[in-house]
């Protein structure tokens, strides 16, 4: 999916997906469109998605713009709302201080600092007065195939999936980090980019990328073999939520047993594989119950419970109170 914030659409809340096919440049890419397996839920039940629309980059995949840009193209009141995102996003910030709103977790801002958002994410930006700095819009998975077809072996160094959600530069970093996506900016700028700059756009990406995967990599340590594997599992969960897999469907899908999938879970997390399944399903209902008008019927039965009050009993279980007392501390009117 290529994504970036310059235009806003809605769509389906993600439960399922269908694919169609685009060129983009010589790579052959699938852009999806997310829709629910099962029951129809109704038009309140949308997460607002924020995809890529921006005819003049299609064929690029990215795209560099100031927080100052962002509050010049989308008033106060639509960024204050939350939205899911499709695709990577890349904060740099240069000035002031503040935090940032990643599935109900704040992170903290301040110069030097690098917030990461993924795509399946839900954000709400807190727009702190003073609080400057770049944003980075780009499709991971435009990336890898675009360096597979050129036999890069520089984008196998990224390894974003074990980048923090947020991490800090020093200073060198920092300046040198700023600097490329200057440059990358003014890459991408002409109402026309040509092949040259479009080329160099990509080469200042990986650039850019290699800068910020070292400072990452250093704040999270290299992941063992087990570490990788909890991390499979968390792409199979996020692909499968809306079907309530069991451990042992996971499992024969990352072809391990289910004790595999325990004993890694627990010493990653603590808890069990079947909790991490619970608590990645309590996860996309309390996205559901804050960011859309949906009925807690509504929601239940998105996520595969055949009974309102299995519902219930589950979410109460594994969040610590009702659906409806949970939507209300967060959105109090509601």
């Known amino acids: 999916m290529l994504s970036v914030l310059g235009c806003h659409r809605t769509c389906s809340v993600s439960v399922g997906e269908q694919y169609s096919e685009v060129t983009i440049g010589q790579v ?15 038009t ?3 997460v607002r998605d924020t995809h890529f629309d921006n005819a003049r980059l299609s064929e690029i995949g990215l795209e560099v713009f100031s927080l100052e840009e962002l509050r010049s193209r989308v008033t106060a009141d639509r960024l204050a709302e939350a939205e899911r995102v499709d695709f990577l996003m890349v904060l740099l910030i240069s000035d002031g201080s503040g935090e940032h709103l990643i599935d109900f977790q704040p992170v903290r801002c301040a110069p030097g600092s690098v917030v990461v958002v ?19 819009l780009v499709d991971t998975r435009l990336a890898q195939l675009a360096a597979s077809a050129l036999a890069d072996p520089a984008f196998q160094m990224l390894q974003i999936d074990e980048w923090p959600a947020v991490f800090s530069l020093s200073a060198n970093d920092q ?11 003014r890459q991408l700028d002409p109402e026309q980019v040509d092949d040259v700059s479009a080329r160099l756009a990509r080469e200042l990406l990986l650039s850019l990328m290699l800068l910020l995967s070292r400072a990452a990599r250093g704040a999270a340590p ?11 599992l968390q792409r199979d969960l996020d692909a499968s939520v809306h ?3 069991t451990v042992e469907d996971i499992a024969r899908r990352l072809r391990v047993s ?13 808890a069990s594989a079947k909790a991490l399944i619970d608590r990645r399903t309590a996860l996309e209902a309390q996205r ?43 959105r109090p009117a509601a």
């Open 258 to 270: 289910p004790s595999t999938l325990s004993r890694v879970c627990r010493q990653r997390v603590g």
């Open 243 to 245: 079907t309530r897999p």
């Open 222 to 232: 290299a992941r063992s073999m087990q570490e990788r594997l909890f991390q499979r």
């Open 118 to 136: 993924r795509p399946g994410q839900v954000q709400q930006w807190r727009m702190h007065p003073g609080l400057q700095g770049l944003l980075l």
């Open 288 to 330: 559901l119950l804050v960011h859309t008008a949906a009925s807690t019927t509504t929601i239940g039965e998105a996520l595969g419970f055949s009974e309102p009050t299995n519902f219930l009993k589950f979410f109460k279980r594994v969040v610590g109170m009702t659906p409806d007392a949970f939507r209300k501390s967060w």
């Open 175 to 185: 300046r040198d980090g700023e600097a490329l996506a200057r440059v990358l900016e």
């Open 44 to 46: 309140t039940a949308q």
């Open 28 to 42: 052959m890419v699938k852009i999806g469109h997310l829709r629910k397996r099962g029951a129809r839920m109704s």
